[in-house]
């Protein structure tokens, strides 16, 4: 009796040990985790601040980028959304989007031998696939741009190889997202469905793919995101013409930062954080990021 | 067991499962007969999950045979082997309500609509889940969510049922509701079924024959009662219930009664036995069942076939009943005794007389 009671007595200080405040709690308790408040707003101010602040010259009425602002005019707005602008931006918008979905169709696969299979050479495939994310991608352009003139593939420069690079740096996401969702899926319900008279395909279909569809679509934004900002790579692979948005920024900036690059700064930003937005509607992010329901 | 096979809804037959060096199972054989529910018991490790993935398919024997309604299903894939499953962790499709689920297996057989709707719903009904079908399975408590999973394995009418240790993720009162649901279940549709646990009281309660294994054999098989009351080995005397054994020498037999004299080390001890070929001068062990062990007060001491004086050592009190044990020439009898007048109240360090009836005294060769 006294085991169970003292358990149960226990459990109750858990719980309720949990639910107060912590200000209620000795300082040694509310000390750190003050600390840890002011650091975590120390850093988001760090990173925010500068935006916001382009986000506020876009709005400037004179040709220069001041802050404060000086007068305050949609002029800028007006020149980020022609074409000189709005072609680069949806080129990017198109790379990233075949990109991930290229990226998905190989690293989808990917994550399931290595979370399924035993196979010789595991450790190194699992190497290779984190490979791009470790390695500079500046590295990975350099490579690629001279292996395509050393092949005499040269003219593939431009949207090709701009595809290629990209989807390559970008399988890493997917294999990682693909393959927590299928650890954290439980693999009897796919035996339930094959003893219930399920082929192989069906099973994959209509019990797997569902289960790990939160994996593949994280996979998808973070790989389409990566494309959309990536600058290192598409600085070597693109050619005249067909060059994602961040490479033309960087061209422009060479002529002084004017009101109209905060504004296609701010766009640029705007596409990627709709999409967690929307991700996290779905799906909990923080699974795919911190590995939360791996084992 | 006189049925051929080809009248019984599953055969195993010297069946066997090796990884590697280690034989998960050696070589059994089975046979359940229509209707029938069977338990296979054991603990972690006996090769019982084993068995059941090699009949659902999942596991490929490496040697022996199945035969599900007379034909051999070995090489067969799961989905082509029309087994119904139940998992330990449920299986629920998450993506998926009560009734969809339920329904998956009529759709793979591609049963007409009409036919699928009355199905699902007359199973709906049959496990109590009445009105839940537009449920997602998550919004479900443990104890529906294994309703849908037995309702999701019967509606397709399997050959036999399969239950991996079902009631293992429930709490105590609702395993013990479910245990009767489920037996209750199978016997009104008359499905054979195979039921793995390591649970006894879940293994004596629900089956009409229990299968105790141990290290990939089968140790014994037997209704509820044959392998409680008459244990055949040691393991099984010891993993079905608790029990007191004593070693000892044959010394004399008397087999028109039935009975064998073994010197022990608590002294002489008369014993029922049923093999025919124990001889004097064997070494065999005694087993006997704490409720089955007699006390009485030393100034009144019963009379039966053994009797012994030895000391309380503890008391331990249940309620209901009293667990007692008492020292005796340096090994240690468990008695199990009702709470009741007409039983001693001992106390530790009471002298007592401990008795047994010779037929409640198994006798164990080897």
């Not at chain 1, 149960?8 to 949990?18: E, G, S, W, Y």
């Not at chain 1, 399931?112 to 500046?138: C, M, N, Q, Y």
């Not at chain 2, 046979?31 to 069977?38: D, I, Q, R, T």
């Amino acid at each position: 009796m006294s085991a169970q009671a003292t358990a149960a007595a226990t459990a109750a200080n858990l719980k309720f040990a949990d639910r107060t405040p912590f200000w209620r709690r000795g300082w040694t308790a509310r000390v750190p985790w003050f600390g840890l408040r002011v650091a975590a707003t120390l850093i988001y101010a760090f990173i925010l601040t500068p935006i916001l602040i382009t986000a506020t010259v876009s709005f400037n009425s004179v040709n220069r980028s001041v802050f404060p602002p000086q007068g305050l005019s949609l002029h800028w707005w007006g020149e980020a959304l022609t074409a000189k602008w709005t072609d680069p931006i949806l080129f990017s918008l198109g790379l990233a989007a075949t990109a991930a979905a290229i990226a998905t169709a190989l690293g989808a696969p990917a994550a399931f031998a290595l979370v399924r299979r035993d196979f010789p050479g595991k450790r190194l495939v699992e190497l290779l696939t984190i490979g791009p994310l470790i390695l500079p991608a500046l590295v990975t352009g350099i490579a690629l741009l001279q292996f395509l003139e050393i092949s005499g593939l040269g003219r593939l420069l431009g949207f090709p190889a701009l595809l290629i690079g990209h989807a390559v740096v970008c399988v890493p996401f997917s294999v990682r997202t693909v393959a927590i969702a299928l650890r954290g899926m439980p693999t009897s319900i796919e035996a339930a469905a094959a003893s219930l008279g399920a082929p192989p395909l069906r099973v994959l279909r209509e019990i797997t793919f569902p289960a790990i569809s939160g994996g593949v679509f994280a996979g998808i934004v973070f790989a389409f995101i990566h494309s959309l900002s990536d600058v290192d790579l598409s600085l070597f692979l693109g050619s005249p013409g067909a060059r994602p948005v961040t490479v033309v920024i960087l061209g422009f900036i060479e002529f002084g930062f004017a009101p109209t690059l905060a504004a296609v700064s701010i766009v640029t930003l705007l596409i990627p954080l709709a999409l967690i937005v929307l991700l996290e509607r779905f799906v909990s992010i923080g699974n795919f990021l911190y590995d939360m329901r791996a084992r | 067991m006189t049925c051929a096979p080809a009248d019984l809804p599953l055969v195993l037959q010297r069946l066997e499962r090796r990884f590697g060096d280690h034989l998960a199972v050696a070589g059994i054989d089975l046979a359940v007969a229509p209707g029938e529910f069977v338990t296979l018991l054991g603990p972690s490790g006996c090769g019982k999950t084993t068995t059941l993935n090699m009949i659902a398919g999942f596991v490929e024997p490496t040697a022996g045979r199945i035969l599900l309604n007379g034909s051999p299903v070995e090489g067969l894939p799961p989905f082509r082997r029309d087994v119904g499953l139940v998992f330990q962790d449920y299986a629920l499709f998450p993506n998926m309500t009560v009734a969809e689920n339920i329904a998956f297996g009529l759709r793979m057989r591609r049963v007409a609509g009409a036919e699928t709707a009355r199905r699902v719903g007359a199973m709906i009904d049959l496990v109590k889940l009445g009105g839940m079908g537009d449920r997602r399975v998550q919004s479900l408590s443990g104890g529906q969510r294994q309703r849908v999973a037995l309702a999701r394995a019967l509606v397709i009418r399997p050959q036999i049922l399969l239950l991996d240790e079902p009631l293992s993720n429930l709490d105590l009162k609702l395993r013990e509701e479910m245990r009767a649901e489920i037996a209750q279940l199978q016997r009104s549709l008359q499905i054979p079924a195979i039921f793995v646990t390591h649970d006894q009281d879940e293994a004596l309660s629900m089956s009409d024959r229990v299968v105790v294994m141990n290290a990939g054999r089968i140790e014994q098989s037997g209704t509820p009662a044959e392998i409680y009351e008459h244990p055949r080995t040691r393991f099984v005397a010891g993993f079905v219930g608790s029990t007191n054994l004593i070693s000892g020498t044959v010394v004399e037999r008397d087999v028109d009664d039935h009975r064998v004299r073994i010197d022990t080390l608590v002294g002489p001890l008369i014993a029922a036995f049923t093999e025919t070929d124990i001889k004097v001068g064997d070494t065999a062990d005694i087993v006997f069942r704490p409720e089955r062990v007699r006390l009485s007060p030393i100034s009144a001491p019963l009379a039966l076939d053994n009797n012994f004086t030895g000391r309380v050592a503890a008391v331990a009190y249940l309620g209901s009943r009293r667990i007692v044990r008492i020292a005796l020439c340096g090994i240690t009898i468990v008695a199990d005794q009702p709470n009741d007048d007409r039983h001693c109240r001992c106390q530790p360090g009471d002298e007592v007389t401990v008795s047994t009836r010779s037929e409640d005294c198994r006798l164990l060769i080897g």
